[in-house]
Structure formats: structure tokens, C-alpha cells
């Protein structure tokens, strides 16, 4: 793994180029440094997949391609953004027992198409690198929006209708074209599986935001819920198909119940929140 070595390996080079350290490195701002995190994060995920018996071939390849094109930029939650695709990645083998590559690998690619302008602007390749399976579920997660038209046809009812101004009609249809991306998505149950994991990993740090980026992201992702654990209901029955544990479905239903409040509080913070529940009301109403 040649970037995510080489990243790693330049630690002591980048501590010494940093402005807040001077002759020898503390400790303990060793620890805490970021890429010393990330170190633990690779070497606590190799461990993962080494004892769940998965093939390590593309999973290597995978982490490659995300060290080499992620690098130190960081998430909005100040994170390593290389940090996110691992753990949701790690959580699909731990907490799924998944023993399906292709949702793996998934995991760790899932953000690919649309955070590295090469995969953006030619998606395909995903599947000519990974395989068809793979480029299909990470596809299957890269975020849909509503079409031209149809985002012209619901701005000028919710206008018509409910006399929103200009900006609040932009902000919450973008959410409800993730909403209905959402439902589509889902339909795939290794979409699904891949996908919970991302939102799960997305909910834990959303207390990391600053309070309006943290309020805009829980409203968009609260009218998903009831979606999620329609979907948990049936991974029981297919997880022998899936490669997942039994009570995957179980598991993650516990998990997004336990984390709604929070996401449901965070949300009536933003905004355009009241806006929404009226705009999502009015637009369902005939679904």
C-alpha cells in the first residue's frame, strides 16, 4: 500500500515541518496528531479483515486509491476525511460479520464519485478497477438529485402553494431530492447495508459540526429514518445473500432508533426546518 505507507511513514518529517514543535515531540501531541490516529485506525482495520478471512487484494487496492486521493484533506467535521471510508468499511466487517468483499470494498469507495474529480467525471471506472459488482453498489451511493425539470416543477408549487421565498424553497428541495434519492437507493439491499453504515458513521461525529452545518445535515437526514428501518426488516431474510449477520437488520434498527433524538433535535435547529415539514407534507401528500 504505497500511499497509505508513505503518508504514514513521512509522520516524523511532517511533526518536524510543524510550526508548533520545536526540538523533540511531545508525547503526547504525538498521540493526539492526526496521522498517528489514522495509523492505529489502518492498523486496527488490517486486523479486521486478517481475521475475518476476507480476501485482502482489492481491499489493499481500495485503501490505495483512497490515501492516494484523499491525503490529508479533512471533512467538515475536521477529520482526515481517509479517516470515514475505513471506519465504515471496519464497521461492515465487525458489526455485520459481512464476509462479502464486495460490500467491503464498497465502503471504503462509497464517496469516491463524488469527492475525486477523475471518478466524478467518469464514474466507470470504479467498476473497470473493482468489478461490475463493486462499481454497481458504490454508484448505487453516490447521491441523486432530482432532475431539471422536476426540481422546476416542485420549486414553483411549494412557491405557488406555500409562498416560501427563494432561498428557503432552494434549501429545503435540495432535501427532498435527497429524500427521494434515499428511496431508491435503498430498494438495493447491499446499498442498504452500505449505506446505514455510512449514515451511522455521519450521525456519530454530527456533534463535531458547527451548529448550522450540524442543523442543515440533521434535517436532511431526519425525514430518512422511517426509510432505513422499513429496509432493516428485511435484511433477516437475505442475509445468507448479503454475507451479513442475522440480526444485521436487528442491530442496525437499534442503532438508528437510539440515535433519532438526537438527529431530531439537531434538526429543528436549522432554519428552514418548520419550512420543511410543511414542503415534505405537501409534496407526499400524493406519493
Request: a negative charge.
Amino acid at each position: 500500500m504505497l500511499y497509505a505507507n508513505g503518508e504514514l511513514n513521512a509522520l516524523d518529517g511532517r511533526l518536524k515541518e510543524d510550526p508548533r514543535f520545536s526540538g523533540e515531540v511531545d508525547s503526547r501531541i504525538l498521540v493526539n496528531h492526526p496521522l498517528t490516529r489514522i495509523d492505529q485506525l489502518l492498523t486496527d482495520y488490517q486486523s479486521t479483515v486478517n481475521h475475518s478471512g476476507l480476501d485482502s487484494r482489492l481491499i489493499e487496492e481500495a485503501i490505495e486509491l483512497i490515501f492516494e486521493h484523499y491525503g490529508r484533506k479533512r471533512r467538515k467535521n475536521g477529520r482526515l476525511a481517509v479517516a470515514h471510508p475505513i471506519r465504515v468499511s471496519k464497521y461492515i466487517v465487525e458489526q455485520f460479520g459481512c464476509t462479502d468483499p464486495v460490500l467491503v470494498v464498497a465502503g471504503l469507495l462509497h464517496d469516491v464519485p463524488e469527492d475525486v474529480p477523475l471518478y466524478h467525471d467518469h464514474p466507470e471506472l470504479i467498476g473497470d478497477q473493482f468489478g461490475s459488482d463493486i462499481g454497481r453498489v458504490v454508484l448505487g451511493m453516490t447521491n441523486q438529485k432530482l432532475t431539471d425539470d422536476e426540481n422546476r416543477q416542485y420549486s414553483a408549487r411549494v412557491s405557488a402553494e406555500l409562498g416560501f421565498d427563494p432561498v428557503t424553497v432552494v434549501a429545503v428541495i435540495k432535501h427532498f431530492g435527497y429524500y427521494f434519492g434515499i428511496r431508491q437507493k435503498i430498494q438495493d439491499p447491499q446499498v442498504l447495508v452500505v449505506k446505514s453504515a455510512d449514515i451511522r458513521g455521519n450521525v456519530s461525529s454530527i456533534h463535531r459540526l458547527d451548529e448550522e452545518t450540524r442543523a442543515r445535515i440533521a434535517s436532511k437526514y431526519a425525514p430518512t429514518l422511517h426509510l432505513f428501518l422499513e429496509g432493516f426488516r428485511r435484511l433477516a431474510g437475505l442475509s445468507g445473500e448479503l454475507g451479513i449477520n442475522v440480526n444485521a437488520g436487528r442491530d442496525l434498527t437499534t442503532t438508528f432508533r437510539a440515535g433519532n433524538p438526537q438527529v431530531q433535535a439537531y434538526a429543528q435547529e436549522w432554519q428552514h426546518y418548520e419550512a420543511q415539514q410543511r414542503v415534505f407534507d405537501l409534496l407526499l401528500e400524493d406519493k
